[in-house]
């Protein structure tokens, strides 16, 4: 069983929809939690990045932490034809260095 | 606008040859990551550099694969000899602590024949 869980859609919205992405995990020592946004034949961008658990707001999107359930969400509101791309989770422990990284999910949003 | 930036961009090769990669991390960062991605197994972690001391290679084939940062502004991944299931996108990512976020390059497309 892999370390980080992410369905890999794809994902097919129509512009203005709220999009939902999700993954999971395994290991509770996950502390760190980050989203990359990765466009086609580009390297990923850093999206979001929390640590622990509880919500995070930045314009759009919303990143969610359940430890209990060991699962996190990133959420696009308002969601634009740009956002067409492929979204990774990561993860790393409080301590040890290596990070995790799901598979991805590729999102097109059509207009 | 600070970036890492990776060389070649795109590699052919035939199966047998020496592939070196180079990266130039961004200035002032002091961990540096060798990814490869596939669709198959998505972004996989091959090595780490912090201080440019390797720190964990553990996701690395050493019989063919070495990393190296011969000095803080150049990262080099070498795989010798090369063979076609090498054949991936393969990322640096650089960042100023190992917890916090990494900055990818652009990557190199390595197709081995």
């Known amino acids: 069983q892999k370390e980080v869980e992410q369905d890999p859609g794809p994902l097919s919205v129509p512009e203005g929809a709220i999009v939902s992405l999700n993954c999971t995990y395994s290991n509770s020592a996950f502390q760190y939690f980050m989203w990359y946004r990765q466009y086609s034949r580009k390297g990923p961008e850093l999206l979001m990045y929390?640590?622990?658990?509880g919500n995070k707001e930045d314009g759009r999107f919303t990143a969610q932490v359940d430890k209990s359930s060991k699962y996190i969400s990133l959420f696009i509101r308002d969601s634009q034809p740009s956002d067409s791309a492929t979204y990774l989770c990561a993860m790393t422990r409080t301590t040890g260095n290596q990070f995790y990284f799901g598979t991805g999910t590729s999102l097109t949003v059509i207009p | 606008d600070a970036r890492v930036t990776q060389t070649p961009r795109h590699k052919v090769t035939e199966m047998g040859q020496e592939v070196t990669m180079r990266c130039q991390p961004i200035l002032g960062h002091n961990t540096v990551f060798w990814y490869r991605q596939t669709m198959m197994q998505g972004l996989e972690l091959l090595a780490y550099f912090r201080n440019r001391a390797p720190l964990d290679d553990s996701g690395m084939p050493k019989d063919r694969f070495s990393a190296e940062m011969p000095d803080a502004t150049l990262a080099t991944l070498k795989i010798q000899p090369s063979e076609p299931r090498d054949s991936a996108v393969y990322f640096c990512a650089s960042g100023p602590t190992v917890r916090e976020t990494q900055y990818f390059g652009p990557g190199t497309r390595l197709l081995v024949l």
């Open positions: 929390t640590y622990s658990s």
